[in-house]
């Protein structure tokens, strides 16, 4: 089994969102082969941190959550290519985040099911796992 951690499960993972994952999604993550995040996620939580929207203690910066959760958690970075873009770009205008855009145009391309609170995921066929 693969996952994709949107932007909110991987802070939700590393203790850093309001919500925490549940025991069942927590077990989901560990049983599974591969699990992903794309690097939009790094520029989101970036952008969030500079705005001063999230707190990153005991991380103080955005690169340094990033590089203990793929570490810590094994997880395998997605870079974005021009195609995820366009493909994002594509997608009908339900959802106005474009990271979360990014993550779902990813996830329909490769058929795995996603780590997220957002239920627009759905409106777009994503399976998601929350």
């Not at 205008?93 to 993550?103: C, E, L, S």
Request: proline share 3%.
């Amino acid at each position: 089994m693969e996952l994709i951690l949107d932007t909110c499960g991987l802070l939700s993972l590393v203790g850093l969102a309001e919500r925490s994952l549940s025991r069942s999604v927590l077990a989901s993550l560990e049983e599974a082969d591969h699990v992903y995040v794309l690097s939009c996620s790094l520029f989101e939580i970036a952008i969030k941190h500079k705005k001063g929207n999230i707190e990153l203690l005991p991380f103080n910066t955005a690169l340094a959550l990033w590089d203990t959760a793929v570490k810590e958690y094994d997880l395998t970075e997605i870079p974005i290519s021009g195609k995820l873009f366009f493909d994002s770009a594509c997608l009908d205008d339900v959802h106005g985040d474009p990271f979360d855009r990014i993550i779902i145009a990813q996830a329909l391309r490769r058929r795995i099911p996603v780590v997220t609170y957002d239920a627009v995921f759905d409106l777009y066929g994503v399976e998601t796992v929350s």
